[in-house]
């Protein structure tokens, strides 16, 4: 299948949308874990556990694509509300997945194996984002940008 380029705004909803069911995903291995074992119950976790193998890693192929777009793209047309508001939509997505990872922090090392390749891959772009976010946080703020060219200057 061809891949689309998606504007921003529709790659980050899109790992938005996959964030959010990610974290209702270990939310349910959880609750299941700490239930009573028997048979039915383990068979929820199992299902559960490779359904959200599966989960983080179209997210983090979606995420991917967003990082990618967001460097690549030149910001300089838009406005500083429009940065800005990108921006802190950028922070409740690392927010929320650092979430997920606390909540994953909670089940047992048998059951986090099956997905350490997936978070380690997350891991890593959710700090890249959270770089991302605090470079356009930086580029919307005015005070910012006047120290940034002032330093310009007295290096020139």
Same mark, same amino acid.
């Given at each position: 299948?061809?891949?689309?380029?998606?504007?921003?705004?529709?790659?980050?909803q899109c790992v938005r949308i996959d964030t959010v069911k990610a974290k209702a995903a270990v939310r349910f291995v959880q609750v299941?874990?700490?239930?009573?074992?028997?048979?039915?119950?383990?068979?929820? &976790?199992?299902?559960?556990? !490779?359904?959200?193998?599966?989960?983080? #890693?179209?997210?983090?192929?979606?995420?991917?694509?967003? &990082?990618?777009?967001?460097?690549?793209?030149?910001?300089?047309? +838009?406005?500083?509300?429009? &940065? #800005?508001?990108?921006? #802190? $939509? &950028?922070?409740? !997505?690392?927010?929320?997945?650092?979430?997920?990872?606390?909540?994953?922090?909670?089940?047992?090392?048998?059951?986090? !194996? +099956? +997905? #350490?390749?997936?978070?380690?891959?997350? $891991?890593?772009?959710?700090?890249?984002?959270?770089?991302?976010?605090?470079?356009?946080?930086?580029?919307?703020?005015?005070?910012?940008?006047?120290?940034?060219?002032?330093?310009?200057?007295?290096?020139?």
């Open positions: 299948m061809a891949t689309l380029a998606l504007p921003i705004s529709q790659l980050e299941r874990s700490k239930g009573k074992e028997d048979l039915k119950i383990v068979l929820q &976790i199992v299902g559960a556990t !490779i359904g959200f193998k599966r989960r983080l #890693s179209r997210l983090g192929k979606k995420q991917e694509r967003l &990082i990618n777009a967001l460097v690549d793209h030149d910001f300089a047309h +838009w406005q500083i509300e429009d &940065i #800005s508001k990108l921006a #802190s $939509s &950028i922070d409740d !997505i690392v927010i929320r997945q650092r979430e997920i990872f606390d909540d994953i922090q909670s089940l047992g090392s048998e059951i986090r !194996i +099956w +997905w #350490s390749a997936s978070l380690a891959r997350l $891991s890593a772009q959710m700090e890249h984002l959270d770089s991302i976010a605090a470079s356009l946080h930086s580029s919307a703020d005015p005070d910012c940008e006047a120290l940034l060219a002032l330093a310009i200057e007295q290096i020139a």
